[in-house]
């Protein structure tokens, strides 16, 4: 009991027996104190598992809920399902230049305020990298008005490797407040050949090199 | 001894134990090379309080620094860098180094004592728990010296940022690991001392505040380390071993690292306040020389906050994109946890009413706590409002409000504890006068340093810049005075209790008249060095 010399307020004065009762006591409490470790330890997987399952919990709990619509996907409410413009794709190509260049689809009918894709098709003909710019135009002019573009591949410069055929889109929406006297809009991109001095201020020397 | 030989021979575990004790008293309390070997509660819960208390002038030196860079437009004394460094290295020293091994040093000091235990649990496993943390400070303090510099992608180690740092994100993570591990182990010991050493009589219901709202933390501790330690684990593997699950360009998704994080992140606030919620709620009856009033509704209202933690983090993210149904939901869920913590701040100022109130250090740092969390609380309801968080997310004005909640909150919290037990701890009062000094210093300077960030919020200055535009300087320059009279203010207080150790005047068994558990009533000041080996009986 040399300890509890220093135990000034709870002397055990109980003596050897109540020691060895005591001694009972804190085996057993030992014991229960091992059971508990383990089980408080048994959280640490547990919330680690949760923690490297929360992707598709997620996904779960969203489908289950029904929520799913973010503010980038949420609903276009601006659609006038009551007409729809007929629009026209058209292609050209500047003088001289022997590129191929068509529109992928040609027609279609759009509601007012619909966000809408389609793809020109673009192909280098000649033997070596060539560089071209688009410049479009619309008819009848006042049409391009209410014609927003959203994505577009005009007005920069395209460069395209010998051989090479790419699909550009364009991404557009007809402005709901178009005039009802507007019923079709012919858009039309005309392909400009890039000559290579303006190129070099634009493009890398890889692609420079190659040009004659 | 005999009361613990006879158990040598049942556990080879408790060997080391009663080893660790004879050779503490071998070499006497006065030898200092005890605190590698000691098992000693008392020896490691002062051990915890001086480290956090060294951690918490160097995060506040940091925090100088910050201020001082700040202290007008342009770049003066820090790289951005630099600065974006001790932005980061700050607030993960004062978390992690300065206020979670604090309430742990209460936890230590405290608990065994006022249940009537001997020690903790696992006395060797609390030794480790201290001694681990001392690797993680001087990983994060060498990571200023690697090429790259320290972590600079703020504490909350978001990716990209994080994914593209240099050794100094890898030495902070394995930091970060390391004091997860630490405060999983302490939290351990801590349940199930509080679960299976109560003395007879000591039922749950009857426990000191302190201990239930160490109990509901620890419990918190355990169910959200783990989650951390999973995030910045895939954190390093995205880094070092070619997986993508936070890298866009390999079809991971930067979002998900934020709801992972902040899955642990807003429980952790709660970590970092519901210990001090205890110690108020001791302190407050003290010195009204009433009991706690609502003492059940105390208990039920600490674990709804805790449940209801989980459930909200979705508040720290209201701007990457999710579904409106899912900002409703934490927004309401927010707003659902000023219910408990309302009746929390109702029963302390019940307590008061009509209470004889005496005004020592202690009480005055208790009452700043209720006015300034207060006044944190209600900041943070505006930042829950959905429409009102996207215009003031990443501002000052959400700095200001968690300075508001932590620096009143946790910090006051603990300064009271230590001017409320240091008296039973070393058995010598601190200077009453000097303590108020520091408590009218700090309430001043922390509202001077703090208050203007509000303003300086609302008129759209980001957070973790270095330098501004020039409508903001007026109130930088006020921020930046506050900052360094609240600094050097806390100086005073180390004054205090270094004094207060060496010379302070005697100290009673029973220092406060109000106090009421088992430390006070049971045991004299001083405390020995061992106490309860046999359990008090309680009624
Ligand atoms: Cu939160």
Redesign the pocket.
């Known amino acids: 009991m040399s300890m509890s010399t220093n135990n000034g307020a709870s002397l055990d004065s109980n003596g050897m027996a109540g020691a060895l009762v005591q001694a009972v006591d804190r085996t057993e409490v030992e014991r229960n104190n091992r059971i508990m470790l383990y089980k408080l330890l048994l959280i640490v997987p547990v919330m680690l598992f949760f923690c490297a399952s929360m992707v598709p919990l997620y996904k779960q709990i969203c489908k289950v809920l029904g929520i799913t619509a973010t503010r980038a996907m949420a609903e276009n409410t601006q659609v006038d399902t009551s007409r729809l413009i007929a629009i026209d794709f058209v292609a050209n190509l500047n003088t001289n230049f022997a590129w191929n260049f068509v529109p992928v689809e040609k027609h279609v009918d759009v509601n007012p305020g619909a966000k809408m894709t389609i793809n020109y098709r673009v192909t280098n003909t000649l033997p070596y990298a060539t560089t071209g710019r688009a410049v479009p135009s619309f008819a009848p002019i006042e049409g391009g008005l209410y014609f927003n573009k959203i994505e577009c591949f005009c007005f920069s410069n395209q460069t395209l490797q010998a051989g090479e055929t790419r699909d550009m889109p364009v991404t557009f929406y007809v402005a709901a407040n178009i005039p009802k006297d507007i019923g079709a809009i012919a858009l039309s991109y005309t392909f400009f050949r890039v000559n290579d001095s303006e190129a070099a201020t634009n493009l890398s020397a890889g692609n420079l090199k190659k040009a004659p | 001894m005999a009361s613990t030989t006879t158990l040598d021979d049942a556990t080879s575990h408790h060997d080391t134990h009663n080893e660790a004790h004879a050779d503490a008293h071998d070499h006497g309390p006065g030898s200092w090379t005890r605190i590698f070997t000691t098992t000693n509660h008392k020896d490691i819960g002062s051990m915890y309080l001086w480290f956090s208390l060294f951690m918490f002038f160097v995060g506040g030196g940091m925090a100088l620094l910050i201020r001082a860079e700040l202290f007008q437009p342009g770049l003066q004394i820090v790289q951005p860098e630099v600065f974006n460094s001790l932005t980061t290295v700050h607030a993960l020293i004062m978390i992690f180094g300065a206020v979670m091994p604090a309430f742990t040093g209460f936890a230590n000091w405290l608990i065994p004592m006022q249940i009537g235990a001997a020690d903790m649990a696992f006395p060797r496993m609390n030794n480790w728990s201290f001694w681990l943390m001392i690797p993680a400070a001087i990983l994060l303090f060498a990571s200023f010296a690697v090429p790259g510099g320290a972590a600079g992608s703020g504490w909350t180690l978001y990716p990209p940022l994080s994914i593209q740092g240099g050794l100094g994100v890898d030495m902070t993570i394995l930091a970060i690991h390391i004091l997860g591990a630490s405060s999983i182990m302490g939290s351990i010991n801590i349940i199930t001392t509080l679960l299976n050493l109560r003395a007879p009589g000591m039922t749950l219901m009857k426990m000191p505040m302190f201990c239930w709202t160490w109990l509901i933390t620890a419990y918190l501790m355990i169910a959200v380390m783990p989650v951390l330690a999973g995030a910045i684990t895939m954190l390093l593997t995205d880094r070092h071993f070619g997986t993508s699950f936070f890298n866009a360009a390999g079809g991971g998704d930067p979002t998900m690292f934020m709801h992972i994080f ?1 899955f642990f ?2 429980p952790e ?1 709660y970590i970092l306040i519901l210990p001090a919620f205890g110690i108020v709620s001791q302190i407050i009856p003290t010195f009204s020389r009433k009991p706690l009033f609502g003492y059940a509704s105390m208990v039920y209202a600490t674990a709804s906050i805790a449940l209801l933690s989980f459930i ?2 979705g ?2 993210m209201f701007t990457v994109g999710m579904p409106a149904q899912g900002q409703l939901f934490f927004m309401y869920a927010t707003m659902l946890i000023a219910v408990p913590t309302g009746v929390k701040i109702f029963n302390w100022i019940a307590t008061m009413w009509r209470g004889s109130l005496s005004f020592e250090t202690p009480m005055l740092f208790c009452i700043g706590f209720l006015c300034m969390f207060t006044l944190g609380g209600f900041s943070g309801l505006v930042l829950a409002v959905v429409p009102v968080d996207i215009t003031l997310h990443n501002t000052y004005y959400v700095v200001a409000h968690f300075h508001y909640v932590l620096f009143p909150g946790a910090i006051w919290g603990l300064m009271a504890g230590v001017y409320f037990w240091l008296p039973k701890f070393t058995g010598r009062m601190y200077n009453e006068t000097l303590g108020k000094w520091h408590f009218w210093l700090s309430a001043i300077s922390f509202n001077i340093t703090f208050f203007p960030q509000h303003f300086l919020g609302l008129a759209g200055m980001p957070r973790r810049i270095p330098d501004y535009a020039l409508q903001f300087a007026e109130w930088n320059m006020v921020s930046s005075i506050g900052a360094f009279i609240l600094g050097f203010s806390q100086l005073l207080f180390v004054w205090n209790v270094v004094s207060c150790i060496r010379s302070g005047a005697k100290a009673e068994a029973k220092q406060w008249e109000g106090a009421e558990s088992l430390e006070w009533t049971h045991l004299p000041s001083p405390v020995p060095y061992h106490t309860f080996e046999t359990a008090p009986i309680v009624k």
């Open positions: 902040w992140g807003h606030v909200v983090w508040h720290h």
